[in-house]
């Protein structure tokens, strides 16, 4: 796992790496660690959670801004495999931050709209 993790989570960051150690040991070894891993991941469930419903307000920001978050465009090629981009507003212009379009959910005909940020200063 290759997460990157904010000053506030390295209580997570910390059992995620044991859990992932343990997982690589696992493999290699006879020595069942199943509920290690279990308990483990539990106790990383437990620990998000109460850091999380503590955040200040700055950090609930670099949550929002974190490089690893997915964008508009990630969520609508998981969901949407037919999606249709709309652009331009009959003026000839195109707003590259605001991603529109129609796709289908379950035969079921969807307007999509989402704001999209650059990954880096070029886009």
């Known amino acids: 796992m290759?997460?990157?993790?904010?000053?506030?989570?390295?209580?997570?960051?910390?059992?995620?790496?044991?859990?992932?150690?343990?997982?690589?040991?696992?493999?290699?070894?006879?020595?069942?660690?199943?509920?290690e891993v279990a308990r483990l991941k539990e106790k990383s469930a437990?620990?998000?959670?109460?850091i999380f419903s503590k955040l200040t307000p700055w950090q609930v920001a670099r949550v929002a801004r974190h490089e690893s978050r997915p964008y508009t465009q990630d969520y609508l090629d998981l969901i949407v495999p037919d999606?249709?981009?709309?652009?331009?507003?009959?003026?000839?212009?195109?707003?590259?931050?605001?991603?529109?379009?129609?796709?289908?959910?379950d035969g079921h005909a969807v307007m999509f709209i989402g704001h999209q940020k650059g990954r880096d200063t070029k886009e």
């Not at 997570?12 to 044991?18: G, N, Q």
């Not at 003026?91 to 289908?104: K, N, Q, R, S, T």
């Open 46 to 50: 437990s620990q998000t959670k109460t």
């Open 83 to 105: 999606f249709q981009e709309l652009h331009g507003d009959r003026m000839y212009a195109d707003d590259p931050a605001i991603v529109g379009g129609v796709g289908c959910i």
């Open 2 to 35: 290759d997460l990157k993790f904010l000053d506030f989570e390295q209580p997570i960051a910390e059992l995620e790496a044991k859990i992932d150690e343990l997982r690589y040991v696992g493999d290699d070894s006879e020595i069942n660690i199943n509920e």
